[in-house]
């Protein structure tokens, strides 16, 4: 089965070499772990996030506003063909605790190709006066013209200052599906440094347990999508955002949060 921790460890001439890739003005901006996840590992996944009513492992979402400290696991529908769920590393997964335990391995990849310690962020983070903690959030798509508008993260601002004005943030999407085999669509694009669009599932030949690793400041967004046969699971894949927490309230297990001490 899987071994998290050997999964997270880089050489220093890997780290060296895939920084480059990812923050250097010659690189692509990403870079792409392969077969970050065995075929097994996929179907395990992709069954268990597939196969059972959210009700049994998640309450509904309150909405980006009313994320707290100790939230509880969530589940949104945002457009009718797409769903996703909303976990945090501080809950026991009631849903998977593999995908748990690979996304925590992802993560901690990450944060060592920022420069940041292993476990920055899995838990609540005080970044000048603001809370943020990463998920890691499963996505389904099976249906839309365009899921997510051409956008940037945590910069440029026009003032450097800005808490949001982090240029070495790096964001993490582990594929599920395959573009051709399980739907058809431009799926998940970037805008490099050239000012060209890349279709990355396309393009770079993704395969489902691929885990890529891109800069957060480059221009992405997620076009087109189409479920391809009656029961797949279309365009799935879990990106694993840093989420900003209200630290005013904190989950106590009832239905509304209540004021932090």
């Not at 004005?165 to 399980?182: A, K, M, P």
Request: hydrophobic content about 35%; glycine content about 8%.
């Amino acid at each position: 089965m899987f071994a998290p921790l050997h999964k997270a460890v880089l050489s220093d001439e890997e780290l060296v070499k895939i920084r480059r890739e990812l923050y250097h003005s010659e690189g692509p901006g990403y870079h792409i772990f392969r077969s970050f996840l065995s075929d097994y590992e996929v179907q395990h996944i992709r069954h268990v996030w597939t196969q059972y009513p959210w009700e049994m492992t998640h309450i509904r979402h309150p909405g980006k506003d009313n994320l707290v400290s100790n939230s509880p696991d969530l589940y949104l529908k945002e457009l009718p063909g797409s769903e996703s769920y909303w976990n945090f590393h501080w809950n026991i997964s009631r849903r998977c605790t593999f995908t748990q335990e690979a996304c925590a391995a992802a993560h901690m990849l990450r944060n060592t190709l920022m420069g940041k310690a292993p476990f920055f962020e899995l838990s609540p983070t005080d970044l000048q006066g603001q809370l943020y903690a990463t998920s890691y959030r499963v996505v389904m798509s099976t249906d839309a013209e365009e899921l997510v508008k051409e956008h940037a993260d945590w910069g440029p601002r026009e003032n450097i200052l800005d808490k949001r004005y982090q240029l070495q943030r790096l964001q993490n999407t582990l594929f599920l599906s395959e573009h051709g085999v399980d739907y058809t669509g431009d799926g998940f694009y970037m805008v490099g440094r050239d000012g060209v669009k890349r279709h990355i599932c396309q393009q770079e030949n993704i395969r489902p347990g691929d885990l890529l690793v891109w800069a957060y400041n480059t221009p992405h967004g997620v076009g087109s999508v189409k479920a391809l046969g009656e029961d797949g699971p279309g365009y799935m894949r879990i990106v694993m955002p840093s989420e900003r927490l209200d630290r005013k309230r904190i989950y106590t297990g009832g239905r509304t949060a209540v004021p932090a001490f």
